[in-house]
């Protein structure tokens, strides 16, 4: 068949500009920054799935970091926002640093998803008192943003005093705790820990206006009252009852709304890579702490932990007592992480352990 001038000429124009589009995408290619090397802690895998998910913030869209490092995306903005999320529903707020969602009734999860901790705090709320449990990274306002989500009185308890739980209780006037020498060291504040929250690489997006990175540490909170395991929390119509878990750390507790079936672990358990390297940890505590909280997995409906997801079932409860078990027996698969720790693997659970000096 015969081919016209015209479709010849058209033909060469279209091929003139794919293979301006290919020059262009690899000279694109070769001059793009290489993505940076990111704290080994960041990388989480979530249980029960193959794939490796990040620690890390979710944002959408994903914005170069303002802090540290500003040419370079972390890589764990990049596979976000998580799935998980769009089966919960989001309540609106106007403080963009957070994300507010409803996991049961009157209860939220307040969630930092643009810093690599991606720490969840939770609001309960009662018929006369509201329980927050745990203050996040004191980056943003987050007395504001409760103040916004009720007007009932509200009672801080912290699932533990790391300094990613507990760097807003300064903005809180009732504040329970642990009887602890580790809560009382921490209730006078740090900088080391909160400035490392805001190491190159730890930021997705914007940090909240007028926040001075230079200045901030995790400010000193006053202790009103000491609880203790068994103790149970009257909320007005809704009770709560502590139960003490060491082993991540001394003054670690978990929450169990017995009449919701709502257990909230904290740190003890999350679906993500469980942290167990700081010397504060004690691995015999944890061991007979997570067997406790199995034991009451009949009784639970839902696991809600304090980072990446908020919400996972009860039969993780006794798969994580199972692979820790095999964790101290030596049959994890274990890889260096970073300087001074190792990251290992057993079933579907990962934990990031200090190594042998």
């Known amino acids: 068949m015969a081919i016209s001038f015209s479709e010849t000429g058209d ?28 704290a080994t802690h960041s990388l989480r895998p979530t249980p029960n799935t193959t794939a490796w998910v990040y620690r890390g913030a979710r944002a959408a869209p994903v914005r170069r970091a303002k802090f540290g490092d500003t040419t370079q995306t972390p890589d764990w903005c990049k596979p976000l926002p998580r799935p998980e999320y769009k089966s919960l529903e989001r309540v609106a707020i106007s403080d963009p640093w957070f994300e507010v969602y409803k996991v049961a009734p009157d209860t939220f999860a307040i969630y930092e998803p643009h810093q690599a901790e991606e720490v969840i705090s939770y609001l309960i709320l009662g018929k006369e008192k509201a329980l927050l449990f745990d203050t ?12 916004g989500l009720t007007a009932l009185p509200v009672i801080v308890l912290n699932s533990h005093t790391h300094n990613d ?21 921490n209730a006078k504040g740090s900088t080391a820990d909160a400035q490392e929250e805001l190491a190159p690489g730890q930021i997705c997006g914007e940090l909240p206006k007028g926040f001075n990175a230079k200045t901030y540490r995790t400010k000193p909170w006053n202790i009103t009252k000491y609880v203790q395991d068994g103790d149970k929390l009257d909320l007005g119509g809704r009770t709560l009852e502590i139960i003490s878990t060491p082993g991540h750390t001394p003054d670690a507790i978990c929450l169990f709304d017995r009449a919701n079936g709502l257990l909230f672990t904290g740190d003890t358990y999350y679906p993500a890579t469980i942290w167990l390297y700081r010397p504060e940890t004690e691995f015999d505590a944890y061991a007979n702490s997570i067997a406790r909280l199995a034991a009451l997995a009949p009784q639970v409906k839902v696991v809600i932990g304090s980072h990446n997801i908020p919400v996972a079932p009860p039969s993780v409860l006794p798969q994580l007592v199972a692979a820790f078990a095999d964790l101290r027996a030596d049959k994890a698969t274990c890889k260096p992480d970073s300087p001074g720790k190792k990251r290992c693997q057993v079933h579907d659970f990962t934990f990031l352990l200090a190594s042998a000096p």
């Open 11 to 38: 033909q060469l124009i279209r091929l003139s500009v794919f293979l301006n589009s290919v020059v262009l995408f690899f000279l694109h290619a070769c001059s793009a920054p290489q993505a940076s090397a990111q």
């Open 136 to 147: 996040g990274m004191g980056i943003s306002d987050i007395r504001k943003l409760v103040s």
């Open 165 to 185: 739980h507990v760097s807003g209780n300064w903005q809180f006037e009732t504040i329970y705790s642990m009887d602890t020498d580790f809560s009382r060291q």
